[in-house]
Structures are given as C-alpha cells and as structure tokens.
C-alpha cells in the first residue's frame, strides 16, 4: 500500500473516504496534502498543485474553520495535548511519520512556548520509505572507523531515505546504533520493530544525544536534519568520545555547507571537515609516534576532567529531575481539572487513560504514587491532594484542584530560582575539581 493511503487514513472519515478513491497510479506521485480554510483539496504532483479530475466528490469542496478544527484534533489523534510541544513548532507528527505543517494565527508569549489560536491551512508531506542499495563506497566507508558524516542535499532531495538505508547497514553489520528521531520521521513506530536499533522519538536532538551517551553505549548515533547550538553542543560531547555521528544537513553543495554556522563550529571543536575527496584517512593518535608514557598521562587527565564533569552533571541531573517532577505534577493536575470541569469524566475511567499516558501510577487517585524527584513537603502536598479526589462534587473538586495548583506552581518558581546558580556552578565547580587533578597528572 503506497503511504499516500496511510496518510490520507489519518483525516477525518468525510475527507479520508474520497481521497482514499484516487487511483494507485496517481497516488504513488503525490507528494503533499494542502488543506486551507475557504479553498479545496489540493495535491502537489509533479511540483504542481492541483485537485484530479479523478477525485470528483472534492471538486466543490470549500474547506470552513469548524471542519479545519476537525481535521486539526484528528491529525492529533483527539489527543491535542500530547502535541503541545510539536505545535508549538509549527507541525505534527503523524503515525505513519508523515509531517503536518500547520500555519494560521500564532500567539507566543515572553518565554513561554507558541500557541496556536487559528488553523488556516495544513500541508501534509507524504513520507515514503524506500529501500535502495548503497553505493559501494559509501558501504565500505561506514565499515571502517570515520568518526562523524555529513549527508548534505537540498530540501526535499532524499537526506532522510539515505540516513534511514545507513541506519539498516549499521544495522546488518551488527553496530549498536542509537537514532535520534525527534520529529518520528526517520523511523515510524511500525517500521522500526523488526530493526535492532536503538531510537530515541519526541525529544529535543541535544537532549536525546545526551541520553543515548549515558544510558544506550552506542558506537554510532544518527540524527536528522542538524540544527540549533544546543544540539551541536551536544554533538561536540560525543564527537571525540569513542562514538561516530552522522546527519543530515541543508545544503546544495559542500562549498555552501562550509558557510553554514554549524560546519564552522564543529571545524573550530577540530571536527576534521571536508568532502570525501579531498580528506585522506588518517592514522589513529597512537600511530604517530607518541610514546607511552606520555599518552598515559593525558588519558589519566581526561579520566580525572570527566570524573570532575560527571560529578557536577549528576548535580545537575537531580535538580533537572526536580524541576521536572514539579512540571509533571502540574500538567497532572491541570489535566483532572479539565476532565472534571468540562467533560465529568469518570474518575476510574480517568486514571486508567492517564496510566496509560504514564501520568500517573498506582491502582487509583487515592493511592496515587508522587512522581520521583518532589521533596518531602511537595510528596506530603501531591498525597493531600489526591487522597480525597472523589469525595466532593466537580464544582468543589475543581476548587480544590485550583487551590493545590497554586501550592505547587508556587513549589515550582521557589525551586526555578534555586536552580538557576546551581546549574550554572555545578558544572563548572566539578571541571575546576577535575582541570585540577588532571594538572597533577600532566
């Protein structure tokens, strides 16, 4: 089944039913879905786009904004809210890895994520996965040690299919390979199954680079469409760690690459650029001539700078994982307050849907477990709050939920400002520690 069906399954059933009626011969050339308020349905074939003559019942369509709104909560699955931080952004991801550009009235205030108040028009790309042999080369390369690769090209001229059929040789060569997939293009969750490879989907790049280098030892770690400094920091920790990257970067030639912000930064952190041609492979450090003695010595320094690092990280860490235990905390109960206050959802009902969504855990909202990290006051607050859910009516049970909203968004602004000089001084105070005894090693 061409993927143009699968993503057409994911619109309402009055739009899927007669986009589903273009023939196969048609639908294995449409590249894009336009949908816009007060226009019809348009695909892009051939660069072009157009509404076929094959699909009559949508000649006469006029999309309006309560059908846009429909067409917008069934791209998110009636789930709008799990794709907050997608939309944020401007797209959604569908389950098929298909991406819905969306594009209407924005409203972002200061610093805080954008949020979306008007649907104008959405455009669906139609992703397909296809599968075609490597060159030899690029095979032969990808075998022997090459530290980090650049797949350059233009939008929309095959970055994403040339990552995903190195990913599948990584993988048939045994490599344990981390994917970083923010976006869940690369990889859809149907076709990742039967692969062994490690992917890390809805996270920022820079923190799931992170999370792969301390928790899934890769040797190789994929990412698509390399972006902002944050995720370029992250690359630089693990460029010179042992871990070959490879990603993907816009870019029509390598002489318009070499002018982009993030070539120049990796070349500064000594990254060796260049095109194939013009780089020689070259030999490992210990093949020119240091001697032993001396390289012992700079390892055991790097030993004691990690050591110092790791230390000041796994300050860092906690309160990370404090700051998010309150945030979770929040969304959890923001999202009773609305089931209660608009749709009186079941409670039982309730808890079930938001186990499964990994808001909560236990058996119910009485004996429901505080999320990890909240300090002792802030768990005796989560268990106060919930050990009596249910007993009230929706109206004193939204007060309620009000009330213990404040007490935690104020538990969470005390903790945002003692956070703000521990993140910067951990850091910092552990290198100091390690660049110390790593002056005593040398």
Sequence with gaps: ?????????????????????????IAEQVHEIRLRVGCGVQLTI???????????????????????????????????HSHETEIAVGYVTLSCGCRAGLAGQFYCAPGQSAVLQELRSVNIRVARNREFPLPQKLRDILQQRFIGMLLMGEPD?????????????????????????????????????????????????GQAVQMALRTLSPQVILLDELGGMDELYALEQGLFSGVEFIATLHAASWEEAARRPQVQYLQKCGAPCGSASE?????????????????LRVVCALFWL??????????????????????????????????????????TLLFRRLKQE???AGESFQGLCPPPGLTRPERDCFVEC??????????????????????????????????RPQLELSHKLGFAVGLAAAILCL
């Design 1 to 25: 089944m061409d993927e143009y069906y699968r993503a057409v399954r994911a619109l309402p059933a009055w739009l899927a039913r007669p986009l589903s009626a273009l023939p196969p011969d």
């Design 46 to 80: 051939g660069g072009k786009p157009c509404c076929p003559a094959e699909l009559p019942a949508l000649q006469k369509l006029r999309l309006t904004p309560l059908q846009m709104e429909e067409i917008f909560v069934t791209l998110c699955g009636g789930s709008v």
């Design 157 to 205: 001229s095959g970055k994403t299919t040339l990552l995903r059929g190195v990913a599948r040789e990584l993988a048939k060569q045994n490599r344990a390979v981390a994917v970083i997939d923010e976006r869940r293009e690369i990889f859809p969750s149907e076709e990742s199954a039967a692969l062994p490879l490690d992917i890390l989907s809805g996270i920022p790049k």
């Design 279 to 295: 780089r020689p492979h070259c030999a490992g450090a210990a093949e020119r001539g240091a001697c032993f003695v001396k390289t």
């Design 306 to 347: 990690s050591c110092g690092w790791c230390a000041g990280d796994a300050a860092c860490q906690n309160t990370r994982r404090h700051l998010a235990a309150l945030e979770k905390t929040l969304l959890l109960l923001q999202r009773v307050r609305q089931e209660i206050s608009y749709r009186h959802t079941d409670l």
């Design 358 to 360: 990994g808001l909560a």
């Design 386 to 419: 919930f050990s009596c859910l249910g007993r009230m009516e929706a109206e004193q049970e939204c007060q309620q939920l009000a009330f213990y909203q404040e007490r935690f968004t104020l538990f969470l602004q005390q903790a945002q400002e003692h956070a």
